[in-house]
């Protein structure tokens, strides 16, 4: 049938659309996660011929989910361990900044994945602004983008564990499932 033709019924809910952009969020962040763990100590702190360390890309990613999650960027706070301005991946490190070790990556990738139901219920995802003034789309879309960068940099660091270790990351379930285990 031709998309212009469907009746006002079939339109997606926004409780689907939520549910299915936690789904995303989740399975995006579980392959982040999966290619920070794998990641042997001689790497993270490589740069091996890349502009950037393993570890401030996975702490980019994680930031900018962080921030992206809020309703605009007025409201954001910052992780307790943030340090200024390394988010920034494009701007050289200086003065007392120092790379995150992976358990303090680790431990903010537990915040972000924490908050995500919240913070993706608490949105209005009908907003025609992304609540952020560098962006010029539409809420919705805007969480579809940063869904999107998660992805990216999750596909940048599995690249770069294939090539140090032979092995990658493999896909995740976007739908969580909960596991019965057979008791004694």
């Known amino acids: 049938m031709d998309q212009r033709k469907r009746s006002a019924s079939s339109t997606i ?13 989740h399975a995006s962040l579980s392959m982040l996660r999966t290619a920070i763990r794998r990641c042997p100590d001689n790497l993270w702190t490589s740069s091996g011929g890349h502009a950037n360390q ?7 990613t994680l930031y900018y989910t962080h921030l992206y999650l809020q309703a605009n960027n007025r ?17 050289p490190m200086n003065g007392s900044r120092r790379p995150y ?4 990556v680790l431990a903010y990738w537990s915040l972000c994945r924490a908050m995500v139901d919240d913070a993706v219920d608490a949105l209005d995802l009908t907003n025609p602004r992304s609540g952020f003034s560098w962006y010029k789309v539409p ?8 869904i999107r960068h998660i ?22 379930d976007a739908r969580r499932r909960t596991r019965t285990r057979a008791t004694n």
């Open 139 to 146: 809420k919705m879309e805007h969480q579809i983008v940063n």
């Open 54 to 60: 393993f570890w401030r890309i996975a702490y980019h």
């Open 151 to 172: 992805q990216y940099h999750q596909a940048q660091l599995a690249d770069r564990l294939r090539v140090a270790t032979g092995a990658g990351v493999g896909w995740a």
């Open 13 to 25: 809910s926004i409780e689907a659309l939520r549910s299915a952009l936690k789904s995303q969020y």
């Open 75 to 91: 409201i954001f706070s910052p992780w307790e361990h943030h340090q200024p301005g390394i988010q920034h991946m494009d701007k």
């Open 101 to 104: 070790a992976k358990a303090e």
